[in-house]
């Protein structure tokens, strides 16, 4: 390919009329026509490479940007909010001069087409993000959704999803904390992959990504730019330079674990030396995003030199280097006196940098091609001024008759009906996922998978680092079924539950991240269930004094006119003063009392007995009460604060039913109790939110009496740990072996 | 006394190894993969991870890092060498020990909490346990499968230098259950399982099990 081919900024001013191909990039008409006005000329090929890929609604939120407003709006007051919303990760204050940042991100796409290396990259993508916010990242979790479980296409999926995860994380030594896993038939072509990473810094070492200071000079370190999902801009390399070569280009990215963990190794001593003035990792959009983005938060020019970058396929265009989603990449600005120290301490880590540009104060990010200027153009018109849109919403027009209460027939055998559910796909045992994930490596995992929340202690995460007993939880945590019926209620019912898990481990909930899932926006009822979500969050989280710190959306998650369930994720991020007195799960010692906190009301809709028993999704799902969340997620934190609880679980999906199996089960003690209600199936399987189970020794109970009276968190004795069966008086008894087989068989017979 | 932990790239379980080190009152010395210089330790752990990507084969390339032209010689000469996982690959690659690690026979990572027996308390890392005393260890791995010819299983088995063996369940397809095994002069030991992630109640595998291999190590040095 000769120099004449290319398509300078020159070329452009020459050829004004020469037709680009933006509609196979995804961009409008009018979209188009913005460019040319923004730039006063028709963009380069490269140029309209940045611009299509920062404007789509993956990069530039374009759809979501009206409704997500509100999350800063009605945010909390909040004095440990740190860094918010438009960072890379949002960064709370944990104490003792500690922060924490934490995201959750989606990669679904992805992981339908190629189920191993989309899991796999969505780990890396997360775990860079948390990196480009200074931290160390201590830890993950996922939260997955995949078809009806005895599907074909989900044993492809899932095994693929969990073997990506399993290979990247542990290769990266992060210990895998939590998650969910959830199976539902409206998630069978459009699998949900949802990657959380948290990290931990000192709350004076945060960096963002910004590239101030005109002569600092731009790196880009980590892994060579390859031909990774690259897509769309093979249309631009083929179009403008008739190389058939170029057309079949790998939609999907592949991921090196290890050149991710030496980069994890490496930015640490990085920041540790001081040698770093802005960061940013490449994603989506790789160089575009970094470049313009840097450019757009800092002094507002730069000039990269794109034939610097270092390839791994020598006959990449400038096109496919701006776009390439090659992963393990990282783009630093570093002053110049600082540059041979930088370049020190990557050959140390055996990681390839290159200085490939320097920050100008132009206000224009110019790049040149072998000496040819090939872009020109203000940075801040593709990092932040794209497209807005105001979709069209509303209501959907089967919604009323969705939400008609039904009257389900009551099982005649309370027993068969709770092993019924229990052996059933999304309340079975998820060990034979989460023994494919290291829990341990690192050495400061305090609870993880199947308690409510994971748990990290945080002293001795980073050497020479201020002594602390403190330890942070999260827990993420969905219901699409709830989320259909009433996407208002759905979101805060996610949110509840992701705080009360925390809550339950004894740590104080302090901010909220979120992944929002949903089908296409431009069609309007979807666009409506969005609009309900994010504005139900966002009520939420300034009830209970939660501020959203960041997240991701994903949209067109639909196989023709088929949407998901509406599917809002939300991670919880809390902490705990003393890890020594987290709550530790289930029922933990013989001669313990069992101690229901919560009220439970007849609650049917969008449940598990409702969805395995009669496969109907109808009426209103549980009623949110943030209040009573609140108070009760107080009771816990003082509790475990006073050394009160010796074990505890949640109540959620299946009701006390599966809460005192499954509690029985943690640590193999059985229980036998009395049910509070008058009549046991609501009793059992309700689904009312705002409940927790916990176990307190005897002596105990006057105090958590007292405690829940303050709090006006109702509280009922129903009995007693031992024994080796779970009995409910007068209703059932159930040897725990048969419980934990019942528990334990149902994925490993689907999946071997 | 002072325990030396090398770090690798892509070593992941070293800041564990010093942990475990430390809590056992010895001094942890980080060793590092590019150095030929073992800072005059007393002895060695090489701890877990997926050095150098697991690229090739598991240990394979750590084999030649310039420590390990320091380490090999001392091992033979009888300094004391513990490698865990991923260690207990390298050890196998550098021929400090006997036989391979292979691919699970599930094919699947493994990470649980597996009982393991110990068969030698002999060892310069198993005098604190006794023989036939089961402990609890984690294990977390994708390559564990250990396997041997014939007549090297022989010669192990027949020599006691099979140090563990797996308990209520073979997790990975190990030839005769083997978990863990050592030299002749049962001064280098290797094997799957991590003692340093069973030796705090707060954190790890619902066990303190792993004390015993630093309990061991520190009173042979003790003595020596």
Known sequence: MSARHLDTVKRAHDTPDEALPYAELGMKPDEYERVRAILGRRPTSSELAIYSVMWSEHCSYKSSKVHLRQFAAKAPVSAALLVGMGENAGVVDIGDGWAATFKIESHNHPSYVEPHQGAATGVGGIVRDIMSMGARPIAVMDSLRFGGAAEPDTRRVLSGVVGGISHYGNCLGLPNIGGEVVFDPCYLGNPLVNALCVGLLRKDQIKLATAPGPGNRVVLFGARTGADGIGGASVLASATFEDESHTKRPAVQVGDPFMEKLLIECCLELFEKDLVVGIQDLGAAGVSCATTELAAKGTGGMAVDLDLVPLRDPTLRPEEILMSESQERMMAVVAPHDVPAFMDICARWDVPATVIGEVTDSGRLVMTWNGEVIVDIPPGTAADEGPVYERPYHEPAGQHALNVAVDLPRPDDLRATLLRLLGSPNLASKEWVTSQYDRYVRGNTVLAQPADAGMIRISEVMPGATPTRRGIALATDGNGRYAKLDPYAGAQLALSEAYRNVAATGARPLAVTNCLNFGSPEDPEVMWQFAEAVRGLADACRTLGVPVTGGNVSFYNQTGVNAINPTPVVGVLGVIDDVAKRIRPGFTAEGLRVVLLGDTAEEFGGSEYAHVVHQRLAGL???????????????????????????????????????????????????????????????????????????????????????????????????????????????????????????????????? | MRVGVVTFPGTLDDQDAARAVRLAGAEAVPLWHADHDLRGVDAVFLPGGFSYGDYLRCGAISRFAPIMDELIPAARDGLPVLGTCNGFQILCEAHLLPGALTRNEGLHYVCRDQRVRVENAGTAWTSAFTKGQEILLPIKHGEGRYVAAPEVLHELEGSGRVVFRYAGGNPNGSMNDIAGIANAAGTIVGLMPHPEHAVEELTGAPSLDGRGFFASILAKLVTA
């Open chain 1, 621 to 752: 799902p549980p009623r949110v009460d943030l209040v009573a969340e609140r108070a009760l997620a107080s009771v816990l934190v003082s509790a475990a604060a006073d050394g009160l609880l010796e074990g505890s679980h949640d109540l959620s999906d299946g009701g006390l039913a599966i809460a005192l199996a499954e509690a029985c089960l943690a640590q193999g003690v059985g229980c036998s109790v009395t049910l509070p209600g008058h009549d046991a199936f609501v009793d059992l399987f309700s689904e009312s939110a705002a409940r927790v189970l916990v176990a307190v020794r005897p002596e105990a109970f006057g105090a958590l009496a007292e405690l829940c009276a303050r709090h006006e968190v109702p509280c009922y004795g129903l009995g007693t740990t031992g024994g080796s069966s779970l009995i409910v008086e007068e209703v059932m008894e159930i040897p725990l072996g048969e419980l934990r087989l019942t528990h334990e068989r149902t994925l490993p017979e689907i999946f071997g």
